[in-house]
């Protein structure tokens, strides 16, 4: 049954455990080893095997370098392991004789664990089970950065008896290397997407060390389940302490639509001079302005706020669509020229954004401004589209934006 098999590896200077990896795959006819940037033997190791194909991409996300493996692949099924991770002779054999008829099987292996060279059992590293055989025409890898998975959705997952044996880490500057790398990844994929504080840090520190080196067993372990469970909790900490981080840096542009009164400038800049916070940037358009600039004192920010757009006359929609396509912040808060912001207005906006909603804001039980993504309705034609006729721009963009699928923030 090889034949009907491809095995799929990605590495980045991986030549440690490489040859013994590849020699395990002995009698699989084709082994697609996906290299993103290795400095290393790696690849010169890789080449010397007959049956593998090298195939060559800059870091995408772990997922979609394991997608992006399994097309190159010329069998369906796919079989996808690490370059530290090595077949036990009971597990190839076993592979290599599956029956293979039913697409909507999936299998997951036993791994074994390794610090050094030692098995550790203990610390969540075992009884771990990982499905890496799989049919590429039923399922795939979920395309994310970090933590990836083969989607099970529609499919029966049967475990297989033979062991892979995961020769994880050789040193702590290892296992402090990965977890810079893992944590950074899990902030930049789930920023904007979930919460998080400086207590949720510690606190899942705290238990990730108390859960690790006391109920999965790691101080059985000496120094190893000492060191394991200690990076298992660093991890923990830095991943949601790096989420918070990167929740806090919200690029925002303050767009302030003139409407169809004059604009009283003293009174824009004293309301504008009241938020708590400032934006990176704002725009002040519309017909009929001055081809001038002004600045803004926020709290300690000197914010320039652009007089855009025009002199010729131009229905609002124009008008919107030109500002928003002017401005660089990824996080658009459109508010009118005539209503004084709340004083935490900007400040409210960082605390409610979240990808795949918008938030609305009202004084007097009228809606006054309006967040979202750029993203959101960056595609979106505003002069083709008569979407303003006869309500509120804010409430026209909230119909808008939820009728392409977005949630309204309370």
């Known amino acids: 049954m090889s034949n009907s098999v491809s095995v799929t590896i990605l590495t980045k200077n991986s030549q440690k455990h490489l040859f013994a990896c590849l020699s395990a795959l002995q009698g699989f006819s084709e082994i697609i080893v996906l290299d993103n940037g290795s400095t290393d033997s790696s690849l010169s190791i890789a080449r010397k095997f ?76 075992d009884n771990d089970y990982v499905l890496r055989l799989y049919h590429k025409g039923a399922t795939g890898f979920a395309d994310l950065q970090v933590h990836e998975y083969v989607r099970t959705e529609g499919l029966r997952v049967q475990r297989l008896t033979g062991i892979l044996h995961h020769y994880s880490y050789d040193s702590i500057s290892q296992l402090i290397a990965k977890s810079d790398k893992y944590t950074s990844l899990f902030a930049t994929e789930n920023r904007f997407l979930k919460k998080s504080s400086p207590f949720k840090s510690y606190y899942k520190g705290a238990f990730s060390f108390f859960r690790n080196y006391i109920l999965q067993r790691g101080f059985l372990y000496g120094y190893e389940g000492l060191t394991i469970s200690f990076t298992n909790a660093a991890n923990s900490f830095y991943k949601y302490m790096k989420l918070y981080e990167a929740n806090q840096t919200l690029q925002i542009s303050l767009i302030i639509l003139k409407g169809n009164k004059p604009v009283e400038l003293a009174a824009l800049k004293y309301s504008l001079a009241q938020l708590n916070e400032a934006p990176n940037e704002a725009f002040l358009t519309g017909t009929g302005l001055a081809a001038e600039e002004f600045v803004v004192k926020i709290k300690h920010a000197h914010i320039l706020v652009h007089q855009a757009l ?37 400040k409210d906006c960082k605390l409610k954004a979240k990808k795949g909603t918008y938030s609305s804001f009202e004084s007097n039980h009228a809606s006054y401004a309006i967040a979202f993504w750029k993203s959101d309705l960056q595609s979106f034609n505003f002069s083709n589209s008569s979407f303003l006729a006869g309500t509120s721009i804010q409430d026209s963009l909230a119909a808008l934006l939820s009728a392409n699928g977005l949630k309204k923030n309370n």
């Not at 493996?69 to 090595?86: G, P, T």
């Not at 928003?324 to 912040?329: E, K, Q, R, T, V």
Request: aromatic letters at 8%; glycine letters at 4%.
């Open 310 to 346: 025009t002199t010729k006359p131009k229905d609002q929609a124009q008008e919107l669509q030109e500002a928003i396509n002017l401005a660089n912040g990824e996080y658009i808060v459109l508010m009118n020229s005539d209503v004084a912001p709340a004083p935490d207005l900007i």
């Open 50 to 125: 007959p049956n593998v194909k090298v195939i060559e991409s800059p870091f995408i996300g772990f997922g979609p370098l394991k997608n992006l493996a399994a097309k190159h692949a010329a069998n369906a099924w796919i079989l996808s392991i690490d370059s530290d991770e090595v077949l036990s002779e009971e597990l190839r054999e076993e592979l290599l004789h599956l029956d293979l008829t039913d697409t909507k099987m999936a299998y997951s292996i036993k791994r074994n664990n390794y610090y050094r060279n030692k098995l550790i059992k203990a610390c969540g590293w």
